[in-house]
């Protein structure tokens, strides 16, 4: 990788006073840790403990791994008067979602070894092995590389693995998308060499060699997220991506992309000043830019970002302070071009496709549910190991998707009865009496990983999908596809205020109950009601499903007769006003 685009790094804009603001502790730990180095090394090689030290917890991120603890072993583990049960996420970066099923085995067999038998596909297309254990944090790392994949940029102020739409029998746009949005993610990869040097035993480079030419010592303000769209499907959720590309085709050819930019679902509950926001549109590029486009959005974000206070430094806000107008200008006045006028398109949906489907290059793909993306294997459906061996036998490709599910991909007709006959063995085939609200749900992992979240959300979400199934069966509305989406806290990594139903948690047993997003992805819900106990989540729920079964028009969907029928109002400004979300 040449990175031809590349500009040298340009002073980082603090402030527009003259007397700015001090740098959050982020910046100085990113500034002193010798291009993600930090003490990372002398950290794993510390015995002592099972956590690493505070400082590099941070420089981890950007090396793919969170370090966390076991919350349901907190309380005894402190009268035992003994540390946290620490255990580490690694994050595995899968540009476009697309992996060979070599790739597949290696990581199913790192899960079985070091990730308690259990594999996670994550909302942003990438692998999440869970509960690894810091002697064996090396080990695993080098067991990624073995794959011939890596979780460097996988986390941290960096661009994050890119996304594209993996459903190849929409279009013959999806292999050139695919190839687009790898070229991105190459091109946006970090230089440092940290990464080798600490997981892979690389040789060192000393300071005065290394630079980051695109980077720069102190990195981005806040992480990046870019994703590619392909029309008429809307999985990725673009509108919540910093940087989108919306496929734009004719007769089969790929011409280029409308460009979005500004999208970001987190906030914090406390803070007034944090909203989710959906992207703007802000023109169209030709196929050849398009490295070229992301690299100098980017550096937009890089150089005007929030460096003092980090919940107000991704880049919507930088758009929402400054305006969209000045956004393009100064990204036109970096690319010496002006953007064309945006093409016509349009979404239909944001779910996916399950069941088998031909592509258009005559091979076959199968849609496959996994409930909230988590792989194991359990007495009644022995997931993980039905995927093992498929993958053994598969020539094709696997496909995560953006909803947490997974394309079998590339079946050719000689091969579809074998695949097809161990789906049925391992009761993988997607079967009939599986709800459309089911098939089109999504939570974060949440507790007991997660030291964020508020609230249950993995472990919780599929049960109260089948409360609420004995109202949708009683509905007739079995086949509906409501997308019903729930996160522990309100980051939103399972993108809930895109959910005709979201759930934000609050409290233990707590959750905030948000209607009225567009199915296509294109509006945000808004607050229904606050901190509303589990218990009491079905009995506010079924009523509106009563209705909409009954009152809806031709063709409505659960999100938009929520608005019609006066529940909430629409959003209508591309963001979640706080005073809105508070209500």
Partial sequence: DERPLITKFQPIMISDHADPKPLSKAEVLKEASHYLRGTLAASLEDRTTGSIADEDTNISKFHGIYQQDHRDQRSERKKAGLEKAFIFMIRI??????????????????????????????????????????????????GINSAVMDCIAACGDVNRNVMANPNPWQSALHAPVLDDARAVSTHLTPSTSAYH???????????EVEEEPLYGKTYLPRKFKTGFAVPPSNDIDVYTQDL?????????????????????????????????????????????????????????????????????????YTIEDRG?????????????????EARPFEFTSSGDRYGWSEGTDGRWNY???????????TDDLPAKTGLREIAKVHTGDFRLTANQNLVIGGVTAEQKPRIA?????????????????????????ALPTCGLALAESE?????????????????????????????????????????????????????????????????LNKLYKPSVKAEEIVNELAPIIRRYATERQEGEHFGDFTIRAGYVKATTEGRLFHEEIMA
């Fill in 421 to 445: 006959a161990l789906l049925q063995q391992y009761k993988l085939d997607v079967p009939e009496r599986i709800t459309g609200l089911r098939l089109n749900s999504m939570a974060c992992v």
């Fill in 324 to 340: 969209v107008d000045w956004f393009k200008n100064e990204l036109e006045s970096r690319l010496g071009w002006n953007l064309g």
């Fill in 459 to 523: 472990r919780y979400l599929p049960q109260l999908v089948s409360d609420l199934d004995e109202v949708i069966e009683e509905c007739g509305l079995h086949h509906d596809a409501i997308l019903i989406r729930m996160t522990g806290c309100p980051n939103g990594c399972a993108r809930p205020y895109l959910g005709e139903i979201g759930f934000v948690g609050r409290a233990p047993g707590k959750y905030n109950i948000y209607l009225g997003a567009a199915h296509d992805g294109s509006r």
């Fill in 244 to 316: 989108g590309f919306i496929a734009i085709g004719e007769d089969g050819k790929l011409l280029g992309y409308n460009l979005s930019v500004g999208g970001g679902l987190g906030m914090s509950h406390s803070d007034t000043k944090t909203y989710p926001r959906l992207a703007n549109i802000i023109g169209y590029l030709p196929r050849e830019k398009v490295v070229e486009v992301a690299e100098k959005v980017l550096t937009v974000h890089r150089d005007f970002g929030d460096r003092t206070n980090r919940k107000h430094a991704r880049l919507k």
């Fill in 367 to 377: 849609g496959l549910f996994i409930q909230n993306g988590r792989l194991r294997d």
């Fill in 197 to 207: 040097e600490i997981w892979l035993d690389g040789e060192k480079v000393s300071d």
């Fill in 93 to 142: 970066r899968v540009p476009g979602g697309v992996c060979t099923p070599e790739q597949w085995l290696k990581i199913d067999a790192l899960a079985d070894q070091y990730g308690s038998h259990t594999l996670k596909l994550t909302t942003r297309q990438a692998f999440q092995l869970h509960f690894v254990t810091k002697d064996v944090l090396k080990t695993t790392m080098q």
